[in-house]
């Protein structure tokens, strides 16, 4: 339990510290958004490229990986959708409710918690460390156009073409995407870092996630939860809960190493993202809910990210 409490204690407390910054007025609404922007577009890009453009990935074995996360987040796309027809939602709010229930938080809280589990672990090390990072990217592009797909697929009629050509344009000019598909890239090359490039990356990519975990905590803060207490209830228990206790078992089913297991356990446990809410109100989804699931998710993460943990591995 004391390795679990170090590898959760240094996430969780910088998101609690954010949040009570932003309580106490040090951090205004507009400097964490610049926060935000700073980390996701130099910090984040920079730790992702640097950490694969110098790593010895192992293509073949990221593949299960892939498998039981796309496969999780396929039969939680189903239960939620199965959950929303049961609870009988209303039509406009069926696909903030199944969005919220599969898009998971990987940038600022689940790549943070991979790297603490594994930093000096003798499970797998940089080798997991790499997988986890190989599986980021195309789980990002899966989350992105099936959270487009279940928020217009319950009732819009048209604006399909739009909503799919902005999806689209967003991917294609994502830092995180591109970062990792460049680190790749320079890894399959064969190509050496120079030092004085390495160091700068890492300088960069060092400050990514304290400053990541310091704009969750605030955007806790400023977010409110406005109502359907019970829908976001249930669907942040699926989220943390359900959804990582599906991939756990697909993971020992296709027979993943313990490393991945644990990988695959970490990222689907992670909070819902907090960009469903600013995807739901573009795509005319239910911005109150959306909201009330990211904080929900978030508080509930906790227990479900321990419990993760434990299961598989202590």
């Known amino acids: 339990m004391l390795t679990i409490v170090e590898i959760l204690a240094p996430v969780f407390l910088i998101v609690a510290l954010g949040w009570s910054l932003a309580r106490a007025g040090f951090l205004s609404r507009g400097a964490l958004q610049e926060v935000n922007r700073l980390s996701y577009w130099f910090g984040l890009p920079a730790l992702l490229f640097h950490r694969l453009a110098t790593a010895s990935p192992e293509f073949r074995a990221v593949g299960g990986l892939l498998l039981a996360l796309s496969g999780a987040t396929l039969a939680g796309i189903l239960l939620a959708a199965m959950a ?146 019970l829908w976001a209830g249930i669907a942040a228990v699926l989220k943390v809960s359900v959804l990582p206790a599906i991939g756990l078992g697909l993971a020992w089913w296709l027979g993943l190493s313990p490393e991945h297991t644990r990988i695959v356990g970490i990222l689907l446990a992670c909070p819902t993202a907090s960009a469903s809410y600013l995807l739901a109100t573009q795509l005319g989804g239910d911005g109150g809910l959306a909201s009330s699931i990211v904080v929900l998710s978030t508080l509930v993460a906790v227990p479900a990210m321990i419990l993760v943990l434990w299961v598989t591995g202590g």
């Open 84 to 229: 929303a027809a049961v609870l009988r939602l209303p039509r406009p709010v069926v696909g903030t409710f199944i969005q919220g229930v599969f898009r998971g938080n990987l940038a600022f809280i689940g790549l943070p918690v991979v790297l603490y589990a594994f930093a000096g672990s003798p499970m797998g090390g940089a080798g997991a460390e790499s997988s986890a990072l190989l599986a980021f990217g195309p789980t990002v592009v899966l989350y992105n156009v099936l959270a487009v797909a279940v928020l217009l697929a319950p009732g819009a009629q048209g604006g399909w073409s739009k909503a799919l050509v902005r999806a689209g344009y967003g991917m294609v000019t994502n830092p995180i995407l591109i970062a990792c598909l460049a680190g790749v890239g320079y890894a399959a090359a064969g190509l050496a870092m120079p030092d004085l490039l390495g160091r700068t990356l890492s300088a960069l990519g060092q400050m990514a996630l304290p400053l990541a975990l310091l704009c969750i905590g605030g955007a806790l803060y400023w977010t409110r939860v406005r109502g359907h207490l």
